[in-house]
Nanobody
Framework: QVRLVESGGGSVQAGGSLRLSCDVS????????LAWSRQAPGKGREVVAA???????YYTNSVNGRFTISNDNTEFAVDLQMNNLKPQDTAMYYC?????????????????????WGQGTQVTVSS
């Protein structure tokens, strides 16, 4: 059974940084797309970044240049480095996995394509 566990959330002031980690266990496939998504209070969930087994990276416009998604090659873990955080980045952050299809620019942001989700980690950015 595939399991995703997020960690690294917390509270920071605007301009600060946080690093989230998504630990993946139970996955034995070769191709995948793993996304970081977020849901702010009263808003829908959105994908902010995705990384696949080919090391292709995708970012939504609002985080491009500030967030970096990367793969920890020592184990199956995908990190999200978040710099220059803004109050509008405040949300619950979730990682999600889909397989065997890798990420594609025209569908990496479609939430329904992801079959496995973590429990989430809270990020709060104060002004």
């Amino acid at each position: 059974q595939v399991r995703l566990v997020e960690s690294g959330g917390g509270s920071v002031q605007a301009g600060g940084s946080l690093r989230l980690s998504c630990d993946v266990s139970g996955f034995t496939g070769r191709e995948y797309c793993l996304a970081w998504s977020r849901q702010a209070p009263g808003k829908g969930r959105e994908v902010v970044a995705a990384l696949d087994s080919w090391d292709s990276e995708y970012y939504t416009n609002s985080v491009n240049g500030r967030f970096t998604i990367s793969n920890d090659n020592t184990e199956f873990a995908v990190d999200l480095q978040m710099n220059n955080l803004k109050p509008q980045d405040t949300a619950m952050y979730y990682c999600a996995l889909r397989a065997p299809r890798p990420c594609f620019r025209d569908d990496y942001a479609i939430l329904e394509r992801y079959g496995t989700w973590g429990q989430g980690t809270q990020v709060t950015v104060s002004s």
